[in-house]
């Protein structure tokens, strides 16, 4: 189990950028770690993650190529970077952990096992 806290989120207009971080416990270095969100009434969506030492990063189709998820691992800390926003980019955003050790590319949430208790983002058009 790894502890995360997410910090970051706010109100932005359409089109602005917001950077989320996630701050986690010491043994936040040995997991693929990823970023998730759940828009009002709806289920929680795969957005962005990462491998174990930062080379491999994977995107949700609908948000590849404006949203960049990085980690450093000396901090014990992640990002989300988000750029261009959009409205139907609000919702509230997790940062979570793999399942396991072995996850090595987690992409949907049964792969994540550990979530901090999220920070909302709200894009207004």
């Known amino acids: 189990q790894v502890q995360l806290v997410e910090s970051g989120g706010g109100l932005v207009q359409a089109g602005g950028s917001l950077r989320l971080s996630c701050a986690a416990g010491?043994?936040?270095?040995?997991?693929?770690i990823g970023w998730l969100r759940q828009a009002p009434g709806k289920g929680r969506d795969f957005v962005a993650g990462?491998?174990?030492?930062?080379?491999?990063?994977w995107y949700a189709a609908s948000v590849k190529g404006r949203f960049t998820i990085s980690r450093d691992n000396g901090k014990n800390t992640m990002y989300l970077q988000m750029n261009s926003l959009k409205p139907e980019d609000t919702a509230v955003y997790y940062c979570?952990?793999?399942?396991?050790?072995?996850?090595?590319?987690?992409?949907?949430?049964?792969?994540?096992?550990?979530w901090g208790q999220g920070t909302q983002v709200t894009v207004s058009s």
């Open positions: 990462i491998s174990v030492s930062g080379g491999s990063t």
């Open positions: 979570a952990s793999g399942r396991n050790v072995l996850v090595a590319l987690p992409s949907t949430e049964n792969d994540f096992g550990s």
């Open positions: 010491r043994t936040f270095i040995r997991y693929a």
